[in-house]
Nanobody, 121 residues
Framework: QVQLVESGGGLVQPGGSLRLSCAASGSIFSINVMGWYRQAPGKQRELVASITSGGSINYADSVKGRFTISRDNAKNTVYLQMNSLKPEDTAVYYC???????????????WGQGTQVTVSS
């Protein structure tokens, strides 16, 4: 009843840029925190950046100064602008949202299906 759909991944050369988008849809009353996580092969999933509905932002140290998270509350959409990409940024990027559901829709964390980002020359 709630879906998060990511887009914008792909292959980019080191130093390049990508912009990820994640749109939430379904029986949504509101969304508190939205965030981006990533998981590289053989590694645990880690937080990349998060943003609350009020605009409070948190970044992983590894992406500070290179990535920018933003959101459009009216569209239930979160974005991740990634600049100065490095090979170590290669991973599957997942969107996450703490969604307050309408009616019988559960209030919980929801995940997108993931989008691959590959940084390679």
């Amino acid at each position: 009843q709630v879906q998060l759909v990511e887009s914008g991944g792909g292959l980019v050369q080191p130093g390049g840029s990508l912009r990820l988008s994640c749109a939430a849809s379904g029986s949504i009353f509101s969304i508190n925190v939205m965030g981006w996580y990533r998981q590289a092969p053989g590694k645990q999933r880690e937080l990349v950046a998060s943003i609350t509905s009020g605009g409070s932002i948190n970044y992983a140290d590894s992406v500070k100064g290179r990535f920018t998270i933003s959101r459009d509350n009216a569209k239930n959409t979160v974005y991740l602008q990634m600049n100065s990409l490095k090979p170590e940024d290669t991973a599957v990027y997942y969107c996450n949202g703490l969604v307050y559901g309408l009616g019988l829709t559960p209030t919980r964390n929801y995940w997108g299906q993931g989008t691959q980002v590959t940084v390679s020359s």
